[in-house]
């Protein structure tokens, strides 16, 4: 039988998916510079820094020792172990191994959670700005995004009353980041709980509390879901090792949550990745177990970076920006200059068109905040030297000064 639609015999499901936007916009910036185009990429999040010496060598001792295989599904007992030790000292919670899932990144355990809990029409609340892959993810699993607004004005935070107001019968669960990419905002613990007192009315809705970004915290109050009271067997953390430990390209990530939850996780990842890589995981546990000296000084440099990007913006006319209390990026408002035209006659729309702008125009590249649920807003990412940052911060003045 012939294709009914244009183009090469993919499935419907990639012809209908979103390609991510952070790493479309990375990936652009990357052709542009191999083209001899001087870009400075403030699209990716990524740590900027080498992973600590002593987990690599960690990872070297571990392939020496013959750590080759395939590990259990699940992954190695000692760094689940690791998990579970890091859970109890850092928020007093007690969790088991078997509640606890290893696997190839915080997104692969997205991708899990969604596939192992959402059925065709489940729906999923994503307080917005949210990371760009939830709302993929979700999508990708048959169920329905459920997008709940927010604004620069309330630091990007949804109250709980405005998440109580999207909750049907088919919610399966509220998903987000905290520190939060794209915003950078904090959910105190007193938020939390107020979230918490909301969901008592709702136990058939479940808590995904995304903590990749859980030490990138200038609060240095960094408080979790599932240790709200009542909450812990509502609530699956997941957490990884890319952001706080400089970890990115050796895709490691975990799920803590109930053990019913881990076996279904565990089952989905049997079939797709049978698991994660087996050196990686014994870096991972020394990782966890050893001092975070590492970990706090690249946090001393994101946060004096964080100030730095603040101070820039600020003295740009018509963004307007918040102050991040985590993560490494910054989310400023730039519907300032939707309507505006440059004098070759590009009219900046929306974010989409501002993004796009600062790319062929300032050489510098950002995400726009349409894919995070927010179209009034830019993603830039400040994981990168105070010289690029100044340097960035200029050709975006100028670019955004030229816009008439
Ligand atoms: N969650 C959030 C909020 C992220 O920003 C990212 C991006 N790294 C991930 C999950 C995925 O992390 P990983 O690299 O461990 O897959
Ligand atoms: N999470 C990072 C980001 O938001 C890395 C890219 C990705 O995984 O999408 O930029």
Not at 48 to 68: M, N, R, S, V
Not at 163 to 184: D, V
Not at 245 to 272: D, S
Not at 345 to 358: P, R, T
Request: net charge negative; aromatic share 8%.
């Amino acid at each position: 039988m012939q294709s009914q639609h244009p183009g090469p015999p993919v499935s419907k499901l990639v012809r209908e998916m979103e390609e991510s936007a952070t790493l479309k916009m990375a990936s652009m910036a990357r052709e542009l510079r191999e083209k001899g185009m001087d870009i400075i990429d403030l699209s990716l999040g990524e740590p900027d820094f080498d992973t600590p010496h002593h987990i690599k060598e960690a990872a070297k001792t571990a392939l020496d020792d013959g750590y080759t295989k395939y590990t259990p599904v699940n992954g190695l007992p000692e760094l689940r172990k690791a998990i579970v030790n890091k859970l109890k000292r850092e928020y007093n919670l007690d969790y088991t191994m078997n509640e606890i899932v290893v696997s190839n990144g915080a997104k692969q355990s997205v991708y899990n959670l969604c596939r192992a809990l959402l059925d065709d029409g489940d729906e999923v609340i994503l307080p917005a700005p949210y990371w760009v892959s939830y709302y993929g993810i979700v999508k990708l699993a048959g169920a329905t995004p459920i997008e709940v607004p927010s604004s620069i004005d309330n630091d990007f935070k949804c109250s709980p009353e405005a998440i109580e107001a999207c909750i049907t019968p088919r919610t399966k669960f509220i998903l987000y980041s905290s520190p939060c990419n794209p915003s950078g905002s904090v959910l105190s613990l007193e938020e939390l709980e107020a979230l918490a007192a909301m969901l008592k009315k709702h136990p058939h809705v479940y808590v995904i509390s995304d903590e990749i970004y859980q030490h990138i915290n200038f609060t240095n109050d960094h408080h979790t879901m599932a240790a709200v009271e009542g909450m812990k067997d509502r609530t699956v953390i997941i957490n990884g090792m890319a952001k706080g430990y400089a970890m990115t390209g050796w895709r490691l990530g975990f799920t803590a949550g109930p053990e019913w939850i881990a076996k279904a996780c565990t089952k989905i990842q049997g079939q797709v990745t049978s698991g994660a890589s087996s050196f990686g995981q014994k870096a991972a546990a020394v990782a966890l177990d050893a001092d975070h000296g590492p970990t706090h000084d690249m946090v001393k440099a994101f946060k004096s970076r964080r100030d730095l990007i603040i101070r820039l913006l600020e003295e740009i006319p018509l963004l307007r920006v918040n102050r991040p209390q985590g993560a490494f990026y910054i989310f400023p408002d730039v519907s300032g200059y939707f309507g505006k035209t440059s004098g070759s006659g590009y009219e900046v729309k929306d974010a989409d068109d501002l993004s796009l702008y600062l790319l062929s125009e300032a050489h510098v590249s950002t995400v726009s905040g349409v894919a995070f649920g927010d179209p009034n807003c830019i993603r830039i990412s400040y994981a990168t030297s105070d010289a690029k940052l100044t340097e960035a911060a200029q050709r975006i003045a100028a670019a955004l000064a030229s816009l008439k």
